[in-house]
Nanobody
Protein backbone atom coordinates (compact mmCIF):
# COMPACT_ATOMS: atom_id res chain seq x y z
CA UNK A 1 0.00 0.00 0.00
CA UNK A 2 1.27 3.46 -0.96
CA UNK A 3 -0.16 6.82 0.04
CA UNK A 4 0.72 9.79 -2.17
CA UNK A 5 0.45 13.49 -1.37
CA UNK A 6 1.17 16.15 -4.00
CA UNK A 7 2.24 19.72 -3.38
CA UNK A 8 3.69 22.65 -5.27
CA UNK A 9 0.84 23.62 -7.52
CA UNK A 10 -0.23 27.22 -8.00
CA UNK A 11 -0.73 30.10 -10.41
CA UNK A 12 2.08 31.04 -12.80
CA UNK A 13 2.39 33.16 -15.92
CA UNK A 14 3.03 31.61 -19.29
CA UNK A 15 6.72 30.94 -19.75
CA UNK A 16 7.24 30.44 -16.04
CA UNK A 17 8.20 27.39 -14.01
CA UNK A 18 6.82 25.29 -11.19
CA UNK A 19 8.08 22.21 -9.39
CA UNK A 20 5.59 19.69 -8.13
CA UNK A 21 6.46 17.26 -5.37
CA UNK A 22 4.80 14.03 -4.36
CA UNK A 23 5.62 12.50 -1.00
CA UNK A 24 4.95 8.82 -0.56
CA UNK A 25 4.41 6.78 2.55
CA UNK A 26 4.54 3.05 2.71
CA UNK A 27 7.19 0.43 2.33
CA UNK A 28 9.59 -0.31 -0.49
CA UNK A 29 9.24 3.07 -2.23
CA UNK A 30 12.07 2.27 -4.64
CA UNK A 31 10.21 -0.80 -5.90
CA UNK A 32 7.48 1.38 -7.39
CA UNK A 33 7.46 3.08 -10.74
CA UNK A 34 6.00 6.57 -10.40
CA UNK A 35 4.13 8.78 -12.75
CA UNK A 36 2.42 12.10 -13.21
CA UNK A 37 -0.93 12.59 -14.92
CA UNK A 38 -3.08 15.64 -15.45
CA UNK A 39 -6.72 16.42 -16.07
CA UNK A 40 -7.90 19.68 -17.57
CA UNK A 41 -11.51 20.84 -17.20
CA UNK A 42 -13.80 18.91 -19.50
CA UNK A 43 -11.03 16.57 -20.62
CA UNK A 44 -9.94 13.07 -19.75
CA UNK A 45 -7.01 12.42 -17.48
CA UNK A 46 -3.80 12.08 -19.50
CA UNK A 47 -0.33 10.70 -18.92
CA UNK A 48 2.45 13.25 -18.46
CA UNK A 49 5.63 11.50 -17.30
CA UNK A 50 6.91 8.36 -15.60
CA UNK A 51 10.09 7.13 -13.97
CA UNK A 52 11.36 3.68 -13.06
CA UNK A 53 12.01 2.58 -9.48
CA UNK A 54 15.72 3.23 -9.71
CA UNK A 55 15.23 6.49 -11.56
CA UNK A 56 17.27 5.20 -14.45
CA UNK A 57 14.63 5.59 -17.14
CA UNK A 58 12.08 8.28 -17.77
CA UNK A 59 9.19 8.64 -20.20
CA UNK A 60 7.24 11.68 -21.32
CA UNK A 61 4.16 12.60 -23.25
CA UNK A 62 5.03 14.34 -26.51
CA UNK A 63 3.26 17.47 -25.33
CA UNK A 64 5.73 18.01 -22.46
CA UNK A 65 9.01 16.63 -23.86
CA UNK A 66 11.83 19.11 -23.50
CA UNK A 67 9.87 21.23 -21.00
CA UNK A 68 9.10 18.90 -18.08
CA UNK A 69 11.49 16.71 -16.10
CA UNK A 70 10.52 13.91 -13.75
CA UNK A 71 12.93 12.82 -11.04
CA UNK A 72 12.86 10.98 -7.73
CA UNK A 73 14.74 10.88 -4.47
CA UNK A 74 14.33 7.42 -2.98
CA UNK A 75 15.98 8.50 0.27
CA UNK A 76 13.19 11.04 0.74
CA UNK A 77 10.37 8.91 -0.72
CA UNK A 78 9.58 11.76 -3.07
CA UNK A 79 9.03 12.22 -6.79
CA UNK A 80 9.24 15.58 -8.53
CA UNK A 81 7.97 17.15 -11.71
CA UNK A 82 9.93 20.20 -12.82
CA UNK A 83 7.82 22.16 -15.29
CA UNK A 84 9.46 24.86 -17.39
CA UNK A 85 8.21 27.04 -20.24
CA UNK A 86 4.67 26.57 -19.04
CA UNK A 87 1.81 27.22 -21.42
CA UNK A 88 -1.87 28.01 -20.72
CA UNK A 89 -2.74 24.57 -22.10
CA UNK A 90 -0.74 23.02 -19.23
CA UNK A 91 -3.47 24.21 -16.85
CA UNK A 92 -4.88 21.15 -15.10
CA UNK A 93 -5.05 19.21 -11.88
CA UNK A 94 -1.84 17.20 -11.67
CA UNK A 95 -1.87 13.77 -10.06
CA UNK A 96 0.94 11.61 -8.79
CA UNK A 97 0.61 7.87 -9.31
CA UNK A 98 2.45 4.70 -8.38
CA UNK A 99 2.50 1.08 -9.44
CA UNK A 100 4.97 -1.77 -9.14
CA UNK A 101 5.06 -2.09 -12.93
CA UNK A 102 6.23 0.67 -15.28
CA UNK A 103 3.98 -0.48 -18.12
CA UNK A 104 1.03 -0.13 -15.75
CA UNK A 105 2.01 3.18 -14.16
CA UNK A 106 1.78 4.88 -17.56
CA UNK A 107 -1.78 3.63 -18.10
CA UNK A 108 -3.77 2.42 -15.09
CA UNK A 109 -1.68 2.79 -11.93
CA UNK A 110 -2.91 1.23 -8.71
CA UNK A 111 -2.28 4.21 -6.44
CA UNK A 112 -3.18 7.87 -6.86
CA UNK A 113 -2.66 11.10 -4.99
CA UNK A 114 -5.41 13.65 -4.45
CA UNK A 115 -4.09 16.10 -7.05
CA UNK A 116 -2.74 19.64 -7.07
CA UNK A 117 -4.00 22.49 -9.24
CA UNK A 118 -1.68 24.16 -11.74
CA UNK A 119 -2.97 27.28 -13.48
CA UNK A 120 -0.98 29.00 -16.23
CA UNK A 121 -2.17 32.47 -17.17
CA UNK A 122 -1.58 33.97 -20.61
Amino acid sequence: QVQLVESGGGLVQAGGSLRLSCAASGRAFSSYALGWFRQAPGKEREFVAAITGSGGRTYYADSVKGRFTISRDNAKNTVYLQMNSLKPEDTAVYYCAADPLLRVVISTPAYWGQGTQVTVSS
